[in-house]
């Protein structure tokens, strides 16, 4: 992913709303969300170069999605980011066991944030979750954790609005904080087409509020938008996840095409149901 707003214990009846952008050369072949044959319940997208994903959630309620940090080009590196998310979808670590696991071995791959939860599972995080126990059905949601191997230590997300795209967490470029603003005010009525729509705003931020990161201003410009368009690059597909305190669990993803074009939707429904 290139983009990701996420609200984690806020609205009453949904304890995790995740709104995501996927950026990517058109030519990089990939297929649409759907449940993977080889892994039954497992629902993400799949990369059919790298062989990996950006964002996938499973039936016993693992998540994890990776957006790549943007830096000056350097070394090549053999591991694929997207396999950061199919290993810990596919393994049965905890949350926080596969963060610690990957530490030392995170300079294997390019700069990456990774954002991962096993929900209702065992959560290691101190939660202030007990002020919303009137609204849940059916025990808490596991911790959300975030790690980036340009940013040191493994995060547990406090309960609350949370933003990430190209640099670490809650870095306060135009676009992060403006859809962080616009989920929130959204969660008021958190209708599935609306929350979507906010991924699909192409304006781009004025020159003087554009990060430098080693690469054009050019690229700066047309990166700082929620939703890219070009030719040869843009949003790919936008996403939307939403986890239910009945732990029913929805996905939908708009793929598109070169300048924009609406490709089409898939949506996927089923219930969580943890291991014991």
């Known amino acids: 992913m290139c983009l990701i707003a996420l609200s984690l214990q ?12 996927r950026d990517e050369f058109y030519e990089r072949p990939s297929a649409p969300l759907a449940e993977w044959p080889e892994h039954p319940g497992l629902f993400a997208g799949r990369d059919l170069r790298g062989g990996g994903t950006w964002m996938g959630l499973t039936r016993n309620g693992r998540f994890a999605a990776v957006t790549n940090f943007r830096e ?31 530490q030392p071995r995170a300079d294997e791959y390019a700069g ?5 939860c096993d929900a209702w599972g065992d959560s290691q995080a101190d ?3 007990d002020s919303q126990a009137d609204s849940r059905d059916d025990g808490d949601i596991g911790g959300m954790y975030y790690f980036s191997n340009r940013g040191g230590k493994v995060h547990a997300l406090a309960p609350g609005i949370h ?13 992060v904080a403006g859809l962080k603003s616009a989920l929130r005010a959204a969660l ?19 020159d003087e509020n554009l990060p430098d990161t ?28 939403m986890l239910g305190w009945d732990r029913v669990a929805t996905m939908v993803e708009r793929s598109f095409g070169p300048g924009g074009e609406f490709i089409g939707e898939v949506r996927e429904q089923f219930q969580i149901e943890p291991v014991d």
């Not at 990430?164 to 306060?172: E, V, W």
């Open 72 to 102: 000056a080009p350097g070394a090549r590196f053999d591991s694929s980011r997207g396999h950061l998310v199919t290993d810990f979808l596919t393994g049965s670590f905890t949350a926080l066991d596969y963060l610690t696991e990957l």
């Open 188 to 206: 008021q009525r958190p209708d599935e087409g609306r929350l979507l729509e906010l991924l699909h705003d192409s304006r781009v931020a004025v």
């Open 112 to 116: 990456f944030s990774l954002l991962i």
């Open 10 to 21: 806020v609205q009453n009846r949904y304890p995790l709303v995740l709104l995501a952008n």
């Open 163 to 175: 933003g990430l795209s190209n640099h670490l967490l809650d870095t306060p470029w135009p676009k």
């Open 127 to 129: 939660s202030q979750a």
């Open 214 to 241: 080693g690469i054009s201003p050019e690229w700066e410009r047309m990166l700082s938008s929620r939703f890219i368009q070009s030719e040869d690059y843009g949003t790919r597909a936008s996403n939307l996840v």
